[in-house]
């Protein structure tokens, strides 16, 4: 059977004959390199952000590492790819317009070849369809478009001369693609202008935060100047949440209690603005001012006895996702020192003052009455040490040769946190294992416990044997030394041998006595 076909012979050309198909040969070869650049253009141009052009030439400008000719060859591709994502829809009209011109001179060439050598004329047109199908096949579903899009800088700057005379056709490009591009154009417009001014201002920061770095290379600038200046710039890209004091670090006071005893809160905390709060964090009522106490009080001393919520002003809300130059500027506009934070669900997230926003720019400020710090426990007097609230349990078990049975604690702050089950101010105090902590200092604006006194409490240790406790110390019989009032509230409950208005009379006096340092029950409970 094998034997019985025939390959017709090569028909006898001329020789200018045969020198026309090798010059057709070698424009279809070319014409599908076009073709597959054409497609990588087309992938790439989507994906190239005025921003990356611009730091990519703020790098060639101060790269000294190159030969000038090298760098402004490399300048000039960055300024003619910038000429084409000017106007992405033309450029991509223009790449897909020669990308089909291609396609198809490349199955009319090739058709033509066959024609020459003698084929049928059904013989030809198939030839020419199926080459034309081919490279179009190639050029838009294999390598070219997926490498555009994977080195969309790198390839635009390459393919930018030649996309740029493709660019040239655009009025054929226009006519050709706008059926194509009418309908993307529709679902992508709304997008593309508000991915433009962004893009704007990506381009402006990272122009600005440049000039920043040539001034301070050249010496014009002091280092913590251009450091507060970047922090200006960054400034719309943190967030409120980021800032805030958290929910379990606030310290808030309850509805009830009066201006005496917010007062104290006040002396003791170092706050000057608290929230005012009902059942719990989440049922905030207000802000109690210091100032608005004091004159109340200072003129009339009955007042002291009156109820803090009749002191309290309506708070300022703001969501966690607010820019923090936003929150700068509207609480400079409403003269509002301290916001209260909610998350999504409309829960209190937390607290923010503009002394936080003020501190993303110069930094931490430090209140005029701190200390230095030691990093280190220091032995002030025989059994009586004063340690870092950071210091690990483990140091303090190793000073006074005790056993602390506290896994989900890992500092002395954090013992004591949860011994008193609420934040820690100064001179909150709490027993456990024979030793009493006692908040004795702290530092920072957010006033939070910086220094923590440990003494070995040998009557706190017999009391803690008599009941038959060997971990933190719990509900004992009234001692004010531990958070026992605060947690007696629920412990009255539980309690067998207590009536049901015993219990009421027991939660006023454990919310009353709740974990204060120096027997002073006259304080308002604190609830984080």
């Known amino acids: 059977m094998l034997n019985n076909i025939t390959i017709p012979p090569i028909?006898?050309?001329?020789?200018?004959?045969?020198?026309?198909?090798?010059?057709?040969?070698?424009?279809?070869?070319?014409?599908?390199?076009?073709?597959?650049?054409?497609?990588?253009?087309?992938?790439?141009?989507?994906?190239?952000?005025?921003?990356?052009?611009n730091n990519l030439m703020i790098e060639e400008q101060t790269n000294d590492s190159?030969?000038?000719?090298?760098?402004?060859?490399?300048?000039?591709?960055?300024?003619?790819?910038?000429?084409?994502?000017?106007?992405?829809?033309?450029?991509?009209?223009?790449?897909?317009?020669?990308?089909?011109?291609?396609?198809?001179?490349?199955?009319?060439?090739?058709?033509?070849?066959?024609?020459?050598?003698?084929?049928?004329?059904?013989?030809?047109?198939?030839?020419?369809?199926?080459?034309?199908?081919?490279?179009?096949?190639?050029?838009?579903?294999?390598?070219?478009?997926?490498?555009?899009?994977?080195?969309?800088?790198?390839?635009l700057m390459r393919l930018s001369r030649i996309v740029s005379i493709a660019?040239?056709?655009?009025?054929?490009?226009?006519?050709?693609?706008?059926?194509?591009?009418?309908?993307?154009?529709?679902?992508?417009?709304?997008?593309?202008?508000?991915?433009?001014?962004?893009?704007?201002?990506?381009?402006?920061?990272?122009?600005?935060?440049?000039?920043?770095?040539?001034?301070v290379e050249a010496n014009d600038f002091d280092p913590e100047v251009s450091e507060m200046m970047r922090n200006v710039l960054t400034l719309s890209d943190t967030l409120t949440r980021e800032i805030m004091v958290p929910r379990t670090d606030m310290i808030c006071v309850k509805n009830d209690e009066t201006l005496e005893n917010f007062l104290?809160?006040?002396?003791?905390?170092?706050?000057?603005?608290?929230?005012?709060?009902?059942?719990?964090?989440?049922?905030?009522?207000?802000?109690?001012?210091?100032?608005?106490?004091?004159?109340?009080?200072?003129?009339?001393?009955?007042?002291?006895?009156?109820?803090?919520?009749?002191?309290?002003?309506?708070?300022?809300?703001?969501?966690?996702?607010?820019?923090?130059?936003?929150?700068f500027h509207e609480m400079q506009r409403i003269r509002q020192h301290v916001a209260v934070v909610v998350d999504e669900y409309g829960g209190i997230a937390g607290l923010v003052t503009i002394e936080d926003a003020i501190e993303q720019i110069v930094g931490e400020l430090e209140d005029e009455h701190d200390r230095t710090q030691h990093a280190d426990p220091q032995e002030v007097s025989e059994g009586v040490w004063q340690m870092p609230a950071r210091t690990p349990i483990a140091d303090l078990e190793d000073?006074?040769?005790?056993?602390?049975?506290?896994?989900d604690v890992?500092?002395?702050?954090?013992?004591?946190?949860?011994?008193?089950?609420?934040?820690?101010?100064?001179?909150?105090?709490?027993?456990?294992?024979?030793?009493?902590?006692?908040?004795?200092?702290?530092a920072g604006r957010r006033k939070k416990v910086s220094t923590i006194q440990v003494v070995r409490d040998i009557q706190g240790l017999k009391e803690e044997d008599s009941v038959g406790k060997s971990g933190v110390k719990g509900d004992s019989k009234g001692d004010s030394r531990g958070d026992s009032k605060s947690d007696g509230v629920k412990n009255d409950a539980k309690s067998d041998s207590k009536s049901d208005g015993e219990n009421s009379g027991k939660d006023k006096a454990g919310a009353n006595e709740s974990s204060q340092a120096n027997g002073d029950n006259s304080l308002p409970r604190f609830l984080s």
């Open 264 to 327: 104290k809160l006040c002396s003791r905390s170092g706050f000057s603005r608290v929230p005012i709060i009902g059942e719990s964090v989440d049922d905030l009522e207000g802000i109690a001012y210091l100032k608005d106490a004091v004159r109340a009080t200072v003129f009339n001393p009955a007042a002291s006895s009156r109820a803090v919520s009749t002191i309290s002003r309506s708070p300022m809300l703001v969501p966690e996702s607010k820019p923090v130059d936003d929150l």
């Open 410 to 442: 890992d500092t002395v702050f954090g013992l004591l946190t949860k011994l008193l089950g609420s934040v820690p101010i100064v001179g909150s105090s709490a027993v456990t294992r024979g030793l009493k902590l006692t908040a004795v200092d702290s």
């Open 167 to 215: 660019v040239f056709m655009n009025p054929f490009a226009k006519i050709a693609s706008q059926g194509d591009l009418q309908s993307q154009s529709q679902n992508h417009k709304k997008n593309a202008a508000l991915s433009d001014d962004e893009e704007l201002e990506n381009i402006q920061l990272d122009q600005a935060k440049a000039s920043i770095d040539r001034l």
């Open 66 to 155: 190159e030969s000038q000719v090298v760098r402004l060859r490399k300048l000039a591709r960055i300024r003619r790819a910038k000429r084409l994502i000017a106007d992405r829809y033309a450029t991509s009209g223009a790449c897909a317009f020669v990308r089909i011109v291609c396609n198809v001179l490349d199955g009319v060439a090739f058709a033509a070849i066959a024609a020459a050598l003698g084929a049928s004329l059904w013989l030809t047109l198939l030839i020419g369809l199926i080459v034309a199908m081919i490279v179009a096949i190639v050029s838009i579903l294999v390598r070219p478009r997926s490498v555009g899009a994977a080195q969309p800088v790198f390839k």
């Open 11 to 53: 028909p006898d050309l001329p020789a200018h004959m045969w020198a026309c198909l090798a010059a057709i040969a070698i424009v279809a070869v070319l014409l599908v390199w076009l073709s597959l650049a054409m497609a990588a253009a087309e992938g790439a141009v989507p994906r190239v952000t005025r921003s990356s052009l």
């Open 399 to 407: 000073i006074f040769e005790v056993h602390i049975d506290e896994d």
